[in-house]
């Protein structure tokens, strides 16, 4: 498979970036050029280069973005299902907001950190906040 393998030409600073494979590699949280090495040293800190292909990752501004995007989808994701199942079956409030808030809280932590890796991806595709830069 070509994301697990490094490229051994470095890219002049004008090569073109594919943006779908770099955000499928930051999505699932692996460093946008070699897609290998692993893009966060923890939950949700950035690594400041990558320990396979060296690339530096210090220069992303993911900041609010990956937060607003996780409740934009979770919240467009539950909201009809929590319509659907009080009109289906009428569940206890109690039982329905338990229910919802696992729900909320577990989808909510699993695409925290795969949509910031996506959102650092799509800033080194795009070459935005120094990415592909000389500096």
């Not at 393998?5 to 890219?11: A, G, K, R, S």
């Not at 501004?61 to 979770?74: C, N, S």
């Not at 808030?101 to 577990?106: D, E, N």
Request: hydrophobic share 40%.
């Amino acid at each position: 498979m070509k994301d697990t393998q490094v490229d051994p030409m470095p890219q002049p600073e004008t090569a073109e970036r594919e943006l779908w494979p770099t955000v499928w590699r930051g999505f699932r949280r692996k460093c946008p050029n070699c897609g290998s090495g692993p893009m966060l040293k923890g939950y949700l800190k950035v690594r400041d280069h990558c320990p396979v292909c060296r690339e530096d990752l210090h220069h992303h501004r993911a900041d609010d973005g990956p937060a607003y995007l996780t409740i934009l989808i979770v919240g467009h994701l539950l909201a009809p299902v929590m319509l659907a199942s009080y009109t289906a079956w009428q569940p206890d409030p109690l039982v329905m907001f338990t229910g919802f808030a696992i729900g909320t809280v577990t989808l909510s932590l699993y695409l925290l950190p795969r949509l910031k890796g996506a959102l650092v991806a799509f800033q080194w595709a795009r070459r935005m906040h120094g990415f592909g830069s000389s500096q």
